[in-house]
């Protein structure tokens, strides 16, 4: 009895000390993760000569919203912000469509290969986005897609990762419930849209938050492909505000807190959303 008391308490203490230990570590990633947040906060309310005349973290009193009223002066952020919205609204309904139905093709249709295209698939996300920097830009230079925002649209339209969460997803429904619906005339195409996608909000949700902030934060393309100033998104045209010679320090990170807003929003609309749907695509397959 007293041996098998003593093992109780042993992995009790186990227990809290793995937890104690967990959520250290959690806590330190998360502060380190939030400090540059909070420092880009804290210098957008400065003035520009305050910026570095104290530590990273002083917070000046009264706060400075000039850079807030400059930014909208020095840059046309208004239009930037229409572009960047207009693309990324565009590709994150393309991709949620194109996704969706190679997920559900991969997952409940069958197919000769199917298997086999599915991991030649998945392995071309080991090719790093840098090597594909060239041959997309010759492939939109010869349809005539560069200096328009077709070249940031169908270079993202398709995700890789995306399929692979849809078809994850698409598994966890049992094949049974496919098999009912045939017996009830329905066609697969009626079956992935009217059984599958009123099921698939918490994926959908997820997915289409992804799509939609990384093309937001999307920097390197669109630099490389548009010119006209007119096209530029909002990461891009902030970008301009570093000169050679000297940066606004104040003014950037203002901008860069407007840019983060909708994103910071739209995240914590949706966030119940993230757990349930990766909780749902590691259910099978």
């Not at 229409?82 to 609204?89: A, E």
């Not at 017996?183 to 918490?202: R, T």
């Given at each position: 009895?007293?041996?098998?008391?003593?093992?109780?308490?042993?992995?009790?203490?186990?227990k809290?000390?793995?937890?104690?230990?967990?959520?250290?570590?959690?806590?330190i990633?998360?502060?380190?993760?939030?400090?540059?947040?909070?420092?880009?906060l804290?210098?957008?309310l400065?003035?520009?000569?305050?910026?570095?005349?104290?530590?990273?973290?002083?917070?000046?009193?009264?706060?400075?919203?000039?850079?807030?009223?400059?930014?909208?002066?020095?840059?046309?952020?208004?239009?930037?912000?229409?572009?960047?919205?207009?693309?990324?609204?565009?590709?994150?309904?393309?991709?949620?469509?194109?996704?969706?139905?190679?997920?559900?093709?991969?997952?409940?249709?069958?197919?000769?290969?199917?298997?086999?295209l599915?991991?030649?698939?998945?392995?071309?996300?080991?090719?790093?986005?840098?090597?594909?920097?060239?041959?997309?830009?010759?492939?939109?230079?010869k349809?005539?897609?560069?200096?328009?925002?077709?070249?940031?649209i169908?270079?993202?339209v398709?995700?890789?990762?995306?399929t692979?969460?849809?078809?994850?997803?698409?598994?966890?429904?049992?094949?049974?419930?496919?098999?009912?619906?045939?017996?009830?005339?329905?066609n697969?195409?009626?079956?992935y849209?009217?059984?599958?996608?009123?099921?698939?909000?918490?994926?959908?949700?997820?997915?289409?938050?992804?799509?939609?902030?990384g093309?937001?934060?999307?920097?390197?393309?669109p630099?490389?492909?548009?010119?006209?100033?007119?096209?530029?998104?909002?990461?891009?045209?902030?970008?301009?505000?570093?000169?050679?010679?000297?940066?606004?320090?104040?003014?950037l990170?203002?901008?860069?807190?407007?840019?983060?807003?909708?994103?910071?929003?739209?995240?914590?609309?949706?966030?119940?959303?993230?757990?349930?749907?990766?909780?749902?695509?590691?259910l099978?397959?």
């Amino acid at each position: 009895m007293e041996a098998a008391h003593t093992r109780t308490q042993s992995n009790s203490l186990q227990k809290r000390i793995v937890i104690l230990l967990s959520v250290t570590i959690l806590t330190i990633g998360a502060i380190t993760m939030i400090l540059p947040f909070v420092w880009s906060l804290l210098t957008s309310l400065k003035s520009s000569e305050n910026v570095f005349a104290h530590s990273a973290f002083w917070i000046q009193f009264p706060p400075d919203f000039s850079a807030y009223k400059q930014i909208w002066q020095k840059v046309p952020i208004l239009t930037y912000t229409l572009n960047t919205l207009k693309v990324s609204l565009i590709v994150t309904v393309g991709q949620l469509l194109t996704s969706s139905l190679a997920g559900y093709a991969f997952a409940k249709l069958k197919f000769p290969g199917r298997d086999k295209l599915f991991v030649f698939y998945l392995a071309t996300m080991m090719i790093p986005g840098t090597v594909l920097l060239i041959p997309n830009f010759v492939i939109m230079s010869k349809i005539g897609a560069v200096n328009t925002h077709w070249a940031l649209i169908l270079s993202a339209v398709g995700s890789v990762y995306s399929t692979f969460l849809m078809r994850q997803f698409f598994q966890s429904f049992p094949s049974e419930l496919m098999d009912a619906a045939k017996l009830d005339g329905c066609n697969p195409f009626g079956f992935y849209w009217n059984i599958l996608l009123p099921n698939s909000k918490p994926i959908f949700t997820t997915l289409g938050l992804m799509a939609f902030q990384g093309i937001w934060n999307d920097f390197q393309w669109p630099l490389i492909v548009l010119n006209d100033q007119k096209l530029r998104t909002l990461q891009v045209g902030l970008s301009y505000l570093n000169s050679e010679f000297y940066t606004d320090w104040n003014l950037l990170m203002a901008g860069s807190i407007l840019t983060m807003l909708p994103i910071l929003i739209l995240f914590f609309c949706v966030q119940k959303y993230f757990v349930q749907s990766f909780k749902l695509t590691g259910l099978k397959g």
